[in-house]
């Protein structure tokens, strides 16, 4: 079965520069959200999309921004990278189907900042 | 507020034995659900298994099972006949109508050969 595809795997930045995440949902998955996973540390929600509008918003800073496309794939911007920054990216999709849906991961995107 | 608490940092099974990973949340939501995922070395987010709140029936997925306690609030995975493969970090998470999900903080767990 398609899963969620995420791009690039991996990433090395400098400081204060930015950086584009993009994320490719399950086939006929409508809703999107994207996690951040400090080192040792749980996944925390960014932000989450639903047929191409913001649906809901987590911690995410200031100086990052994303959205949904209309073939349902989302980029996440960074800019102004900071050593904090230093994670693991994952995108989440799932079809919304009220309260019921299920969210599947994809293998993250590993940024660096250096 | 969500939250989700994972008490055990980490935890051991010989394989082919069995082992429960706790788990206990709070929400004031009443239509929640709760996931139980797995994080092996590759980093990837693994769903194990789902409960919808409403059901009073434990989930149930192959080797893996749930103890769904709500008065409680305890949602605890166990994993029968444990193999070499099941080795991973576990997250115990949470969804209420927010749709996002709230993780533990994870439990990592071993097997011996």
């Known amino acids: 079965a398609a899963g969620v595809i995420q791009s690039p795997r991996h990433l090395i930045k400098e400081k204060r520069e930015t950086a584009t995440l993009k994320c490719y949902p399950i086939?006929?998955?409508?809703?999107v959200y994207w996690y951040q996973q400090g080192p040792g540390q749980d996944p925390q929600f960014l932000i989450s999309f639903y047929e191409k509008m913001q649906s809901d918003k987590g911690s995410i800073p200031d100086r990052f921004s994303a959205q949904q496309f209309s073939d349902y794939h989302s980029e996440l911007n960074m800019s102004s990278l900071e050593l904090g920054d230093s994670a693991l990216y994952f995108c989440?999709?799932?079809?919304?189907?009220?309260?019921?849906?299920?969210?599947?991961f994809g293998p993250g995107t590993r940024l660096t900042v250096l | 507020a969500q939250t989700v608490t994972q008490s055990q940092p980490e935890m051991s099974v010989q394989e082919a034995e069995t082992v429960t990973l706790s788990c206990t949340y709070d929400t004031s939501e009443s239509d929640y659900y709760l996931f139980w995922y797995k994080q092996p070395p590759s980093r990837q987010m693994i769903l194990v298994i789902r409960?919808?709140?409403?059901?009073?029936q434990n989930a149930t997925e192959n080797r893996f099972s749930v103890n769904f306690q709500k008065a409680a609030k305890s949602f605890s995975l166990k994993i029968s006949d444990s193999q070499l493969g099941d080795a991973a970090m576990y997250f115990c998470?949470?969804?209420?109508?927010?749709?996002?999900?709230?993780f533990g903080t994870g439990t990592r767990l071993t097997v011996i050969p």
């Open positions: 086939p006929r998955h409508d809703t």
């Open positions: 989440a999709s799932s079809f919304y189907r009220g309260s019921t849906d299920t969210q599947y």
């Open positions: 998470a949470l969804r209420t109508g927010a749709n996002n999900l709230f």
């Open positions: 409960q919808e709140a409403y059901k009073q």
